[in-house]
């Protein structure tokens, strides 16, 4: 009888777990707005009803399992991702890309590109941080979720993988301190592909070093699920 | 007593359904390859690196899901599919872009262009069997996924929708015969489809009748690995 019950309890654990992915993160009807570079852009569509092509990545992923799991919800989900983007860039088209779309959630993924392109760390900071503060003032309901930019050697294997990147180790620190003043979610793709990488080499999880293969781009959709799903926004 | 034993049984079972779908339908190191037309090829990679790019549609999901599942297994996924394609086009490549490839796992979705194009109904039934027939041949082993082509009203709202399409249903009923002949996994897209609009109206599954949405995809793609899950290849 113990034992039974200690069977019925960890089962019930398990499909708790279960029951928890279905619930849907987000009110019906919500717009939810991907901005980014490379990795979000994915090829997304361009064409006058660019909403239908979301690009092969974690967008792609996330929109089409809530789209099916949730179809009731009538859920938005919308990727304005440009290949090659700084934080520089999204500032010069943030009002048509994004204030504009009125974004009920709006996730954010760039740094990358400000490393490779030498955007200082301070300018970084700085310009991020305005592009939060004009999304709140435009909507201060709006969730935010923050993705840490990420680098991962593809040709690296363990136990060199693991030893981190110094300047997109300090735009993470950067991106960290944004969520926490702005309220946001923050997802930790870093941990996530390191980890990964005691399960497969680098070059399973990563094309190039930036851009990760359809096997990265599931885990970086489960990790930013998972990161919402469990955020606690903060009391006031 | 009787109620936890019960109750533990019922557990048991959705966890053992769970359980089912972390099993790798595919041997390790297996080459899966996808030919089709414009629902396939979802904007693919064409470069000279052409698997890493898989397109926006249910081959990715498909494969970035077993590929962060089941990263150890190696699997290879590559995508052939070409926008606007019919059988005669499949035909024409057959050799390069496929026998060339020395797939283990071969998924074919075509049909839908042949309506539109005219394919005769006998002329489609003739050389969908070749391609076939030179596959097996090239490989006895090779497993093989024969995909229903599906037609879904975009504007349809119940109950019009499940009205079926004439020219569709006659192919999909070659393509099943084609799968008995071959002893292929057979995927009923259509049924997924139609079922599906039951919760949402067909709009939210299907662009313009012919392409998915990415929440159609999602469909695609979990009914793809049920099918070749649970098929049971016919004993000789």
Known sequence: MKHLFLFALLLTSTVAARAAERISSFTPGAHILFQGDSITDGNRGRNSDPNHILGHGYVFIIAARHGATFPEARLDFINRGISGNTVLDLEKRWQNDTLDLKPDVLSILIGVNDRGRKVPLDEYAQVY???LAETRAANPKVKLVLCEPFFLNH????PSVGSPDADIVKRQEIV????????A?????QKVLDDAC???PAS????DGVHP???????L???WERAVREFQPPTK
Chains 1, 2 share one sequence.
């Open 176 to 183: 960290s301190k944004l969520a926490a003043k702005y309220g």
């Open 129 to 131: 941080d305005k592009l």
């Open 155 to 158: 040709l690296a294997t363990l």
């Open 221 to 223: 959709a489960d990790e």
């Open 185 to 189: 979610a923050l997802v930790h793709f």
């Open 198 to 200: 005691l399960r497969a």
């Open 213 to 219: 293969t359809y096997s990265g781009h599931q885990l």
């Open 204 to 207: 399973h999880w990563i094309w």
